[in-house]
């Protein structure tokens, strides 16, 4: 009937005084906490059942399963039962004349899509504070936020069809000043370019909201008080909005940086093709490549797991940095 | 969250510019910053405006590259094209059944862990949350998970596409801090004062009051089912099981690398090829349509989303 009684009224006597009398000692010890706890709350444990077992399932067992790093792996042996093969895999790879090549590429590609997607959202976001409320800046709001929305899939086709040689735009445009035609996805050496921009072009309006909610939460006494001593609005965004989101663009840049070799594998082999490959093909997809489309499974989870492990020690190295240098930084 | 909403009604009304009078220098800025917006709305509405204004043309039209900002010679025979195609329509069907029953599923899971998450007598929390922060920061790769769903009996089945990437943490970070903030203790207290159960609790007065919560992580699962091929591309095989990011792959960009079938005679070649052209066009439009639908609508709750995130990273 009543909840207070239920869980009294199962446990043996002992337990029992426990559970009404209200114990003197402010804090029992964690033990007790944990057993009683699982006692009053058990339906709350059973909650969690099921999403605990998902990331077991999905998260946890395929970190185990990357021990076929190490070995030589059959699918009949599965990963526990195939031979050990020490570092073999890693060796092979570094030995790879590939290796070089795939390291460039992924750290080239991503260093350039953080440094150029970093500062433009700021950009837009003081822009966008700077005007007033309105229409216009609603729907320019709206217009830039939408790409965020479009599949990669979508996006790239997009780039495609824009860039392309006979129907695209941007060569009936740069036509216009007499330049020849040019097949921008089948020269290399713009691969990165347009990587970058259309991640620009997809991302900016999503990222520029972010910094409009922390331009947002700084105080306007501070801006009165700049006013009234007679900062122009330019001196005002130097010395009251970019210090104001300032921690927040170290987040985003520490996470940004900490992700660089986990580059988005989706995108780059969209936009991949037979004649840019020689840089468009970065870490991920040469692991999708080897593992799926040659089934070396082994050799594929080693290189997965190079880049893991790098991409990890990016991940704190500049989380410590940032916090040194700025004192501000992801918490733990 | 709602300090944030409070501070952006605050600085739009501006109090200082009504008290001082602009400088001159700052009109001339203020122009500055409008004319590099404007240059920011064209830069991104006009491939936008492009891509629809072409897959309303004619074969012939779009194939000249004649079309830029406004349809030429109006037609919408891609469209009557694209919705003929069997591959196509299986795509649409599939992709809202992935996106519908992976939203469910993932929306009940998501609920289900961070709910307990987000309370304080449930003990192990901490372990818990560092276990699935962890997984944000590690994994173990792509062929290690395929094993996985491989020894599971899921390749090849709908069940790929929903159950590898059911939970996000983030979104369990947005729904255990929302929980955390909205819920009182003492709420708690006085409906177990009441007879209420930890479950009754959850279902009868926790989520009628997360209803924006749920909505917003929701809407979030639901987009990135629809948007998502990768999933698709590593575990399926069989094409009538293919969502229509895939089926887009496949006619989009595939095609432009490859160039199209040659078992016709040159005209119908011709005519074959002006219809793929303008049928890419189409298939974008036709794709995004239901995502943009929605946008305007869930943009800001999508916002909100990311800044109750964002309190805590």
């Known amino acids: 009937m009543s909840a207070t009684l239920k869980p009294a009224a199962p446990p043996p006597a002992p337990v029992r005084r426990e559970a009404v009398q209200p114990t003197p000692i402010p804090r029992p010890s964690r033990r007790t906490a944990a057993r009683r706890s699982l006692r009053r709350h058990w339906q709350l444990y059973l909650l969690v059942v099921v999403p605990l077992a998902y990331f077991v399932i999905f998260k946890y067992i395929p970190i185990a399963n990357a021990v076929i790093a190490f070995k030589n792996y059959t699918p009949v042996k599965g990963p526990w039962g195939s031979d050990w093969v020490g570092l073999r895999n890693f060796e092979l790879f570094f030995a790879n004349p590939v290796f070089w090549t795939l390291v460039k590429n992924t750290f080239i590609l991503a260093a350039y899509t953080v440094l150029a997607s970093f500062p433009i959202p700021i950009i837009l976001a003081i822009a966008l504070n700077e005007i007033r409320n309105g229409r216009f800046k609603k729907i320019t709001q709206l217009v830039t936020y939408a790409p965020y929305f479009i599949s990669t899939v979508v996006v790239v086709s997009m780039t495609i069809l824009v860039l392309s040689p006979r129907l695209g735009f941007v060569n009936d445009a740069i036509g216009l000043f007499g330049v020849p035609a040019v097949d921008f996805l089948g020269n290399p050496d713009y691969f990165r370019h347009i990587y970058v921009w259309s991640d620009v072009w997809q991302t900016t309006g999503y990222s520029a909201v972010i910094y409009l909610a922390a331009l947002a939460g700084i105080d306007p006494a501070l801006h009165e008080s700049a006013t009234i001593d007679g900062a122009t609005r330019l001196q005002r965004i130097w010395h009251v909005d970019l210090p104001g989101i300032m921690p927040t663009a170290v987040i985003i840049l520490v996470l940004g940086v900490g992700n660089i070799m986990s580059i988005g594998f989706e995108k780059a082999f969209l936009l991949q093709n037979p004649l840019n490959l020689a840089q468009s093909e970065i870490i991920a997809t040469y692991v999708y490549k080897t593992g799926l489309l040659n089934g070396d499974f082994s050799m594929a989870t080693a290189i997965g797991l190079f880049n893991s492990v790098i991409n990890l020690f990016l991940l704190v190295g500049v989380n410590f940095a940032a916090k040194r240098i700025t004192g501000n930084g992801l918490r733990s | ?313």
């Open chain 2, 1 to 313: 969250m709602t300090i944030s909403l409070q501070g952006s009604r605050r600085t739009t009304q501006r109090p200082e510019s009504a008290v001082i009078a602009e400088t001159r220098t700052d009109t001339i800025f203020l122009f500055g910053v409008k004319i590099m917006l404007w240059v920011a709305l064209i830069l991104v509405a006009v491939p936008l405006i492009y891509i629809v204004a072409n897959s309303f043309s004619s074969a012939s039209a779009v194939s000249a590259g004649r079309v830029l900002l406004w349809p030429v010679e109006p037609s919408v025979q891609a469209y009557k094209v694209a919705f003929g195609d069997p591959q196509i329509m299986q795509g649409y069907l599939n992709s809202f059944i992935y996106a519908i029953g992976g939203t469910l599923i993932s929306v009940t899971l998501t609920i289900a862990i961070a709910y307990p998450l987000s309370r304080r007598t449930f003990f192990g929390r901490n372990v818990i949350m560092s276990l699935l922060i962890f997984t944000m920061l590690f994994s173990g790769g792509l062929i290690p998970t395929y094993l996985v769903v491989q020894d599971l009996g899921m390749l090849n089945t709908r069940w790929a596409m929903v159950i590898p990437s059911a939970i996000g943490v983030w979104q369990v970070i947005i729904a255990r801090t929302f929980f955390r903030s909205t819920i009182p203790d003492e709420l708690y207290e006085a409906a177990t004062i009441d007879g209420a159960s930890d479950l009754r609790f959850l279902w009868s007065i926790v989520l009628p009051l997360s209803k924006p919560v749920i909505a917003v992580i929701a809407l979030m699962y639901a987009i990135f089912q629809w948007n998502s091929y990768f999933d698709a591309l590593v575990y399926l095989k069989d094409p009538s099981l293919y969502p229509l990011q895939i089926v887009l792959r496949n006619v989009l960009i595939l095609n432009t690398v490859t160039g199209g079938s040659t078992t016709q005679n040159l005209a119908q070649q011709l005519e074959q090829q002006q219809l793929a052209n303008v049928l890419k066009y189409a298939l974008i439009v036709i794709s995004s349509l239901p995502v943009l639908i929605i946008y305007p609508f869930v943009a800001r709750h999508f916002t909100k989303g990311v800044m109750v995130g964002a309190v805590k990273g």
